[in-house]
């Protein structure tokens, strides 16, 4: 069954430093997510993204979020300057058209120290 | 603005009982409803969905039950197993690239 494939697991960064996560969405899917939970907490919306640009945004994804999907494949969530309260789990999700159809990833658990 | 709310954060089942996990929403516009299970560390599984159309989706031992009056949809899980013991999202959407909603879950523990 195609899958959704997020790298790294886990990712220990400093605060202020950039991040990167990254996730392969499943090949014939239209559009691409993120979502993050923080421990204990419900999992949130952060991006949607369909046709090559963001079609909506939370206000948690402020000017230090980015997402690029730079070679038709890879769907990548930057962070430019962490803060403590980015440690989180950050799940990448896929759809094709369906709205029954969102695959999740695994996650990167992110830990900001 | 808790959009999409799970009112218990747990839940104890005997196996082989039922479970009964319930959710409500407050927004009028979602139509599409979805069931999530998570496992620690991994992401969420889809389980089951309905639609605003309707007010019951059986899926084996999954049932799930929406009241578009009450704003109330439930999953019912019979019989229950320990392998269901995990994480249970509640979900909504409305139409078109709408994201996904999701309300805090609650932990299902089975026990046998």
């Known amino acids: 069954e195609p899958e959704v494939t997020q790298t790294p697991s886990h990712q220990v960064t400093q605060m202020g430093q950039e991040v990167i996560l990254r996730c392969v969405p499943i090949?014939?899917?239209?559009?691409f997510y993120w979502y993050r939970q923080i421990l204990g907490q419900k999992v949130e919306f952060l991006v949607s993204?369909?046709?090559?640009?963001?079609?909506?945004k939370s206000e948690i994804f402020d000017d230090q979020f980015s997402v690029e999907r730079p070679d038709g494949s890879n769907f990548t969530l930057k962070i430019r300057s962490t803060k403590l309260e980015d440690s989180a789990m950050y799940f990448c999700a896929s759809r094709q058209g369906s709205p029954y159809g969102y695959t999740f990833g695994s996650g990167t658990r992110l830990t900001v120290v | 603005d808790q959009q999409v709310k799970q009112n218990s954060p747990s839940l104890s089942v005997q196996e082989g009982r039922i479970s009964i996990l319930n959710c409500d929403y407050t927004?009028?516009?979602?139509?599409?409803f979805l069931w999530y299970k998570k496992y620690p560390a991994e992401g969420p599984t889809f389980l089951i969905s309905?639609?605003?159309?309707?007010d019951k989706n059986e899926d084996g031992r999954f049932t799930v039950f929406l009241n578009k009056s009450a704003k109330h949809l439930s999953l019912h899980i019979v019989p229950s197993q320990p392998g269901d013991s995990a994480v249970y999202f509640c979900?909504?959407?409305?139409?078109?690239?709408?994201?996904?909603?999701f309300g805090k879950g609650t932990r299902l523990s089975v026990i046998a």
């Open positions: 927004n009028s516009m979602f139509d599409y």
């Open positions: 309905i639609s605003s159309i309707k």
């Open positions: 979900a909504a959407s409305g139409r078109g690239n709408t994201p996904l909603v």
């Open positions: 993204f369909y046709n090559n640009e963001i079609s909506e």
């Open positions: 090949s014939n899917h239209l559009y």
